[in-house]
């Protein structure tokens, strides 16, 4: 069953979950899981500069294949009637 709680954004409105968890997927390739995505959710969640951000150096280090397929999974993800 998909987690259907809200994820927080520091900087707009709450994004669902299950689009947190693919963008958390990158952020743990490039900084490692010593913050979990539940902490990171605690501490007011990630700001939109700081996912796109991920995104860039996901595409340096992984190059265009992994960003892409990356970008496609955020984009292409479930989202429910009541997420933005």
């Known amino acids: 069953m998909a987690d259907d709680r809200p994820f927080p954004m520091l900087d707009g409105p709450p ?5 947190a968890e693919i963008i958390y997927t990158a952020y743990r390739d490039l900084f490692g899981s ?5 902490r990171l ?3 007011g969640g990630f700001g ?3 996912v796109a951000k991920i ?3 996901l595409k340096e280090k ?7 397929a990356w ?3 955020c984009f292409h993800s479930e989202r429910p009637n009541s997420a933005v």
């Open 15 to 19: 994004i669902p979950w299950q689009l």
């Open 34 to 38: 010593s913050q979990t995505l539940e």
């Open 41 to 43: 959710a605690e501490r």
């Open 48 to 50: 939109w500069a700081e």
């Open 55 to 57: 995104g860039e150096m």
């Open 62 to 68: 992984r190059g265009y294949g992994a960003y892409n």
């Open 71 to 73: 970008k496609n999974q």
